[in-house]
């Protein structure tokens, strides 16, 4: 499917706007729309009629990852226990990547599913914090935070951001395996399975790992992904403060105009220190 309409409830246009700042786009806003999101395999356009258009390569995967739109192939649903790993801020221009794992039973995945667990895209900043200490109660967990730094001398050493995924995601994974046993693992689809194995340690080499889109709807994936965005959103509050500057999340222009700003202030070297350097906005600025 190269080209995908319906109509969607304008109400929910800054839900829609975080999921393709998540998906690392650029933005406009042509006449009669809200936005338009672009990057290479997509274009996703919503009309301030509430009528939404995606086109490009990647229509099917973005469909079934975000719109209910489920793809038959690479879907299967696990059973309990499983640890179920998933990231945040791979899409923010500012701020850190961080990644999350959680092991749940079957008894503690329905009571976080009761509670509200979700992926964590579909939730406001205040409802991922208030629900992050229940889901630390009835999981092990573990969550690895990359600060902007850090993340740039590793980005240039793995040259490759799904083989940096892969050695967060693997890590995370080990770090739960020291803590409690474990033969799956779930997390959303991003690279060949052997690039997370061939990342893993002793511990983590006899572990089954399911890849597949849309993997938030499994709640042990749910889980990581609020715990992984809780901590994203804690970071970002630090830096802010740290520099007192306002460092928006996504990628769009007002994270550009504030990457500007922040220069001026304090200089080329020290928006390393913010910010993914591979990012396009960061070579424009």
Same mark, same amino acid.
């Not at 990647?58 to 489920?70: A, G, N, Q, R």
């Not at 998933?86 to 009761?114: C, H, M, Q, R, W």
């Not at 205040?126 to 889901?135: D, F, N």
């Not at 995924?165 to 803590?179: F, M």
């Given at each position: 499917?190269?080209? /995908?309409?319906?109509?969607?409830?304008?109400?929910? #246009?800054?839900?829609?706007?975080?999921?393709?700042?998540?998906?690392?786009?650029?933005?406009?806003?042509?006449? /009669?729309?809200?936005?338009?999101?672009?990057?290479?395999?997509?274009?996703?356009?919503?009309?301030t009629s509430g009528k939404m258009? +995606?086109?490009?390569?990647?229509? !099917?995967?973005?469909?079934?990852?975000?719109?209910?739109?489920?793809?038959?192939?690479?879907?299967?649903? %696990?059973?309990y226990p499983h640890i179920g790993?998933?990231?945040?801020?791979?899409?923010?221009?500012?701020?850190?990547?961080?990644?999350?794992?959680?092991?749940?039973?079957?008894?503690?995945?329905?009571?976080?599913?009761?509670?509200?667990?979700?992926?964590?895209?579909?939730?406001?900043?205040?409802?991922?914090?208030?629900?992050?200490?229940?889901?630390?109660? /009835? =999981?092990?967990? !573990?969550?690895?935070?990359?600060?902007?730094?850090?993340?740039?001398?590793?980005?240039?050493?793995?040259?490759?951001?799904?083989?940096? +995924?892969?050695?967060?995601?693997?890590?995370?994974?080990?770090?739960?395996?020291?803590?409690?046993?474990? *033969?799956?693992? %779930?997390?959303?689809?991003?690279?060949?399975? $052997?690039?997370?194995?061939?990342?893993?340690?002793?511990?983590?080499?006899?572990?089954?790992? @399911?890849?597949?889109?849309?993997?938030?709807? !499994?709640?042990? @994936?749910?889980?990581?992904? #609020? +715990?992984?965005?809780?901590?994203?959103?804690?970071?970002? !509050?630090?830096?802010?403060? $740290?520099?007192?500057?306002?460092?928006?999340?996504? =990628? =769009? *222009?007002?994270?550009?105009? *504030?990457?500007?700003?922040?220069?001026?202030?304090?200089?080329?070297?020290?928006?390393?220190?913010? =910010?993914?350097?591979?990012?396009?906005? /960061?070579?424009?600025?």
């Amino acid at each position: 499917m190269n080209t /995908y309409s319906s109509k969607y409830n304008t109400k929910e #246009i800054n839900i829609f706007k975080k999921i393709f700042e998540g998906e690392n786009c650029e933005f406009s806003a042509p006449q /009669y729309m809200y936005f338009q999101a672009r990057k290479r395999g997509l274009t996703a356009s919503f009309y301030t009629s509430g009528k939404m258009v +995606l086109q490009g390569s990647l229509v !099917d995967e973005i469909l079934s990852k975000y719109f209910e739109v489920p793809l038959t192939k690479n879907k299967q649903s %696990l059973e309990y226990p499983h640890i179920g790993v998933d990231e945040s801020g791979k899409g923010d221009f500012f701020g850190p990547l961080v990644i999350a794992g959680a092991y749940l039973t079957e008894e503690n995945a329905k009571i976080l599913k009761e509670s509200g667990a979700a992926d964590s895209k579909k939730m406001s900043d205040k409802q991922i914090l208030a629900i992050e200490p229940k889901i630390k109660e /009835y =999981s092990i967990y !573990d969550v690895i935070t990359i600060m902007p730094a850090k993340y740039n001398t590793l980005y240039t050493s793995f040259k490759n951001l799904n083989r940096l +995924l892969a050695w967060g995601h693997s890590s995370v994974i080990e770090n739960i395996l020291n803590k409690q046993e474990c *033969s799956l693992a %779930l997390c959303d689809q991003f690279a060949d399975e $052997k690039v997370i194995l061939n990342a893993l340690k002793e511990k983590g080499k006899q572990i089954k790992i @399911v890849q597949q889109t849309k993997a938030e709807e !499994d709640t042990a @994936v749910a889980c990581a992904s #609020i +715990l992984a965005r809780a901590e994203f959103i804690r970071r970002m !509050d630090y830096l802010g403060q $740290k520099y007192g500057a306002m460092l928006p999340k996504g =990628s =769009s *222009s007002l994270v550009k105009e *504030s990457a500007r700003k922040f220069v001026q202030k304090y200089s080329k070297e020290e928006l390393k220190n913010v =910010s993914k350097t591979h990012f396009k906005t /960061y070579s424009e600025i």
